[in-house]
């Protein structure tokens, strides 16, 4: 029965997605951090938006270990994204970005085993980010603890790139909004949490070490656009306004002293 149980978790075919463009300092550490993963079943799909600093010869040299690589001009990350969950094929999906690295190498072995249950639609766990130039330095802790329908309003998300999804979910309630620019995993978080109303589930452990220095807050230009999308997109989910974008900022602040 036991043998049977573990056959049974490690049939779970997860779908990991990597959008990038112009990382070749980064990237290689990212598709490594992928490839060490202890889950026997990952499809792992690389969209390269046309890179032009030598990205490409990177991913190339990975390309007979990759489950797909797409290079080619695109409209931004989240179109990016979209392509990836478009050719995916895994029951489970999530995205890993071209700075960033996995824990651990059992990441996806923890997101497996959550999945157990067939009624959990999402799993999500802690995020930690680091130096661009030294990742054992953390500057900011996200520790995201247990949703509750309440949250929402409250500014609360998961970190998104911990955010493993079922395909069925994609399926029903779509793909990124790729009218917004900088927020749209904010949009889809909020979708799939208040309209579509999926059970999401919470590991208490710190799944990936993410670079500082976001597409989002390069610049006050960026910050502010960035705000002005996390209202819209508040409002068009009718989750809250001003309120609960000054608490989702404002509750960060303990990010950067929690250990």
């Known amino acids: 029965?036991?043998?049977?149980?573990?056959?049974?978790?490690?049939?779970?075919?997860?779908?990991?997605?990597?959008?990038?463009?112009?990382?070749?300092?980064?990237?290689?550490?990212?598709?490594?951090?992928?490839?060490?993963?202890?889950?026997?079943?990952?499809e792992y799909i690389v969209i390269d938006g046309a890179s032009t600093d030598?990205?490409?010869?990177?991913?190339?040299?990975?390309r007979s270990r990759l489950g797909l690589l797409i290079s080619e001009d695109d409209k931004g990350i989240y179109d990016a994204l979209n392509k990836g969950i478009k050719n995916s094929t895994g029951e489970v999906i999530g995205f890993l970005n071209a700075d960033d690295i996995f824990e651990d190498c059992e990441v996806l072995?923890?997101?497996a085993t959550a999945f157990r249950d067939p009624t959990v639609d999402a799993v999500y766990g802690d995020l930690i980010y680091v130096r661009r130039d030294d990742l054992s330095r953390v500057v900011r802790y996200w520790?995201?603890?247990?949703?509750?329908?309440?949250?929402?309003?409250?500014?609360?998300m998961p970190p998104h790139p911990t955010l493993y999804v079922r395909r069925s979910v994609y399926k029903l309630?779509?793909?990124?909004?790729?009218r917004y620019r900088i927020s749209a995993d904010y949009d889809i978080i909020l979708r799939f949490l208040s309209s579509g109303k999926i059970r999401i589930v919470?590991?208490?452990?710190?799944?990936?070490?993410?670079?500082?220095?976001?597409?989002?807050?390069?610049?006050?230009?960026?910050?502010?656009?960035?705000s002005l999308e996390d209202l819209t997109i508040l409002r068009a989910n009718?989750?809250?306004?001003?309120?609960?974008?000054?608490?989702?900022?404002?509750?960060?602040?303990?990010?950067?002293?929690?250990?």
């Open 109 to 111: 072995s923890k997101i």
């Open 143 to 156: 520790k995201s603890g247990s949703y509750s329908n309440n949250l929402l309003s409250l500014g609360w």
């Open 54 to 62: 030598g990205t490409l010869a990177i991913l190339e040299s990975y």
């Open 202 to 226: 919470y590991v208490p452990e710190i799944l990936v070490r993410m670079r500082v220095g976001g597409v989002s807050n390069r610049s006050i230009k960026m910050i502010f656009r960035k």
């Open 1 to 42: 029965m036991i043998t049977f149980w573990v056959l049974k978790l490690d049939s779970i075919k997860i779908s990991v997605i990597t959008a990038v463009y112009n990382s070749k300092y980064t990237v290689a550490q990212a598709i490594d951090s992928v490839l060490h993963q202890s889950h026997p079943h990952v």
């Open 173 to 178: 309630l779509g793909s990124f909004d790729t």
């Open 238 to 259: 009718k989750i809250g306004g001003i309120k609960t974008l000054f608490l989702k900022n404002f509750t960060k602040l303990s990010q950067f002293f929690m250990k």
